[in-house]
């Protein structure tokens, strides 16, 4: 008798931390979803970008497959812009060991922006599909894109605050093995 108490305990001991960890998944989900340590806002439901998606005047070295990248999505490339661009410059470089696994683009409608000095910076157009799937966002929306071409996360570039994109951004890199 004393043996099956105590194997009832043991199992008890398995067994009910599963339960309770299941059933707060299953039936309280936001007990989960609240607890995230991200800063930007997770895009839901995944949105996958491939090379052919991004249409560029010219060839350019964009590879969603490779490289982690941040971009601007935007209508037109006013003073405002410009000042996204540079925080994403900022970003960038913030990175410091990782700057190498991350590239900058800017998503655009207008075609032509003569204020851009970066050579660094790609600037290309959206697909329509993409561009459809992109409209629940509100415009002028920072993304950041993984090496397999999903949309992850966005920040709201009206109150961006950098050091908080870095954080997330470091976060990514250090525990991710592509890119």
Same mark, same amino acid.
């Given at each position: 008798?004393?043996?099956?108490?105590? %194997?009832?305990?043991?199992?008890?001991?398995?067994?009910?931390?599963?339960?309770?960890?299941?059933?707060?998944?299953?039936?309280?989900?936001?007990?989960?979803?609240?607890?995230?340590? $991200?800063?930007?806002?997770?895009?839901? =439901?995944?949105?996958?970008?491939?090379?052919?998606?991004?249409?560029?005047?010219?060839?350019?070295?964009?590879? =969603?497959?490779?490289?982690?990248?941040?971009? /601007?999505?935007?209508?037109?490339? #006013?003073?405002?812009?410009?000042?996204?661009?540079? #925080?994403?410059?900022?970003?960038?470089?913030?990175? *410091?060991d990782n700057v190498k696994r991350i590239q900058r683009l800017l998503l655009i409608d207008e075609r032509v922006i003569e204020k851009n000095k970066d050579d660094k910076l790609?600037?290309?157009?959206? #697909? $329509? *599909?993409?561009?459809?799937? %992109?409209?629940?966002?509100?415009? $002028?929306?920072?993304? %950041?894109? #993984?090496?397999?071409?999903?949309?992850?996360?966005? /920040? *709201?570039?009206? $109150?961006?605050?950098?050091?908080?994109?870095?954080?997330?951004?470091?976060?990514?890199?250090? /525990?991710?093995?592509?890119?």
């Open positions: 008798m004393k043996n099956k108490k105590q %194997l009832f305990v043991v199992l008890a001991a398995f067994i009910f931390p599963v339960i309770i960890s299941a059933a707060l998944f299953y039936y309280a989900p936001s007990f989960f979803r609240s607890n995230t340590v $991200n800063y930007g806002e997770l895009v839901k =439901p995944i949105i996958t970008v491939k090379k052919g998606d991004i249409i560029f005047k010219e060839d350019s070295v964009f590879n =969603p497959k490779k490289l982690w990248t941040i971009a /601007y999505v935007t209508n037109q490339c #006013d003073d405002y812009c410009l000042d996204v661009l540079k #925080d994403m410059k900022t970003i960038h470089v913030l990175t *410091n790609l600037i290309a157009k959206l #697909d $329509n *599909n993409v561009k459809k799937k %992109l409209e629940k966002f509100p415009n $002028n929306s920072l993304f %950041l894109i #993984d090496p397999l071409g999903n949309i992850m996360l966005r /920040y *709201n570039s009206n $109150n961006i605050d950098i050091k908080l994109v870095v954080k997330d951004l470091k976060r990514l890199l250090r /525990y991710s093995r592509i890119g």
